[in-house]
């Protein structure tokens, strides 16, 4: 009798999702795999063919084998920095052609809070405006010349604006 080299047994399951209850893991996977397919972690393919490559859908993600060895970090999109040096940005692709769904471009509203911080920080002098270039750099994946253009001039301090002499505030009372 021949011997059969790869078999398995699959048991019945105890118990079943029902349907809503697949259709709602189904939905919190689809929401997991769109964050990393928008942050380039995964490729499409790798997320078709894990879903749906198998005789049934699964929630097991598999890689392709061209990228298990591979660093993650686009090299175009590498930052070299080195202390009291400047920083080396290589130019990206944000708002270049091609390009076609602004939400997956644009910077949400806690980014933009978090780069201001960034620029508030280096203005007050907290920390070196190479540091803040490269934070800008890395953090929000913009060039050094876009990174210079948000921190502004050379020694620039941002001033806290005073109301001139024609504009003032008049408090009435609710009547």
């Not at 047994?9 to 118990?15: E, Q």
């Not at 919190?28 to 769109?34: K, N, S, W, Y």
């Not at 390009?99 to 920390?127: W, Y």
């Given at each position: 009798?021949?011997?059969i080299k790869?078999?398995?047994?699959?048991?019945?399951?105890?118990?079943?999702l029902?349907e809503?209850?697949?259709?709602?893991?189904?939905k919190?996977q689809?929401?997991t795999?769109?964050?990393y397919?928008?942050r380039?972690v995964l490729k499409?393919?790798?997320v078709?063919?894990?879903?749906?490559?198998?005789d049934?859908?699964?929630?097991?993600?598999?890689?392709s084998?061209?990228?298990?060895?591979?660093?993650?970090?686009?090299?175009?999109d590498q930052?070299?920095v080195?202390p009291?040096?400047?920083?080396?940005v290589?130019?990206?692709?944000?708002?270049?052609?091609?390009t076609?769904?602004?939400?997956k471009?644009?910077?949400?509203?806690?980014?933009?809070s978090?780069l201001?911080d960034?620029v508030k920080?280096?203005?007050?002098?907290?920390?070196?405006?190479?540091?803040?270039?490269?934070?800008i750099?890395?953090?929000?994946?913009?060039?050094?010349?876009?990174?210079?253009?948000?921190?502004g001039?050379?020694g620039f301090?941002?001033?806290?604006?005073?109301?001139?002499?024609?504009?003032?505030?008049?408090?009435?009372?609710?009547?």
């Amino acid at each position: 009798m021949p011997k059969i080299k790869n078999w398995s047994v699959k048991p019945r399951p105890l118990w079943q999702l029902t349907e809503k209850e697949k259709s709602e893991t189904r939905k919190i996977q689809a929401d997991t795999d769109a964050v990393y397919l928008d942050r380039q972690v995964l490729k499409s393919t790798e997320v078709r063919s894990s879903r749906f490559g198998g005789d049934t859908y699964s929630s097991e993600t598999v890689l392709s084998a061209e990228d298990s060895s591979v660093d993650p970090v686009n090299p175009a999109d590498q930052v070299n920095v080195t202390p009291n040096a400047n920083v080396t940005v290589s130019p990206t692709t944000v708002g270049g052609e091609g390009t076609s769904d602004i939400q997956k471009e644009a910077m949400n509203g806690a980014q933009i809070s978090s780069l201001v911080d960034v620029v508030k920080t280096a203005a007050r002098g907290e920390i070196s405006r190479e540091s803040a270039r490269a934070v800008i750099a890395l953090a929000f994946q913009l060039s050094a010349k876009d990174a210079d253009t948000i921190l502004g001039p050379e020694g620039f301090v941002p001033t806290k604006s005073q109301p001139s002499d024609n504009q003032t505030t008049e408090v009435k009372p609710i009547t």
